[in-house]
T-cell receptor, first 109, second 114 residues
């Protein structure tokens, strides 16, 4: 079956760095996405990786290793507004997105 | 440019009642999707459409029907609501599989079935 695993909840301190991991097993691979979802709101796109390596976009970076079925989202200089759930999703061979349950990130002052 | 909009935002139904959720997008996207989101679970695809007049089943289609009569609209119907359909429903749209398939989400509809 297809499976996306990510931690349920993480806590970090304002100004610090946090890494959110995602491992996946899917039928085929057409890219990995990270979305941010604030409580009670819609998911919004953060990043896309299809090749191995690190993609940097401001305070956020996303890494992919296809051979290991592994990705992480790195958030630097954490701000209170970064408190949200972070969703990992993989596009499978049918171009369907398979979603993880999300990681709730709590930022403390 | 409103993006993706959904109506209603919140609804309470009794078991056995029917309703239709409306999704509209103004980005001229070909692809549209209906997901449900439940606590502790990832988004699950109910139905999707790759263009006007076409629909296809997703991961959890039972109990739902859809129609895409116009490119900008995607309707999700519940013919006979059940408590197991209590969830948050998100509509999304995307440009198509020939490009990086970033999906744009609507604000969600919170449905409670009693």
């Amino acid at each position: 079956g297809q499976n996306i695993d990510q931690p349920t909840e993480m806590t970090a301190t304002e100004g610090a760095i946090v890494q959110i991991n995602c491992t996946y097993q899917t039928s085929g691979f057409n890219g990995l996405f990270w979305y941010q979802q604030h409580a009670g709101e819609a998911p919004t796109f953060l990043s896309y990786n299809v090749l191995d390596g690190l993609e940097e976009k401001g305070r956020f970076s996303s890494f992919l290793s296809r051979s290991k079925g592994y990705s992480y989202l790195l958030l630097k200089e954490l701000q209170m507004k970064d408190s949200a759930s972070y969703l990992c999703a993989v596009m499978d061979s049918n171009y369907q997105l398979i979603w993880g349950a999300g990681t709730k990130l709590i930022i403390k002052p | 440019n409103a993006g993706v909009t959904q109506t209603p935002k919140f609804r309470v139904l009794k078991t056995g009642q029917s309703m239709t959720l409306l999704c509209a997008q103004d980005m001229n996207h070909e692809y549209m999707y209906w997901y449900r989101q439940d606590p502790g679970m990832g988004l699950r695809l109910i139905h999707y459409s790759v263009g006007e007049g076409t629909t296809a089943k997703g991961e959890v289609p039972d109990g739902y029907n859809v129609s895409r009569l116009k490119k900008q609209n995607f309707l999700l119907g519940l013919e006979s609501a059940a408590p197991s359909q209590t969830s948050v429903y998100f509509c999304a749209s995307g440009s198509g599989r020939s490009q990086v398939e970033t999906q744009y989400f609507g604000p969600g509809t919170r449905l409670l079935v009693l």
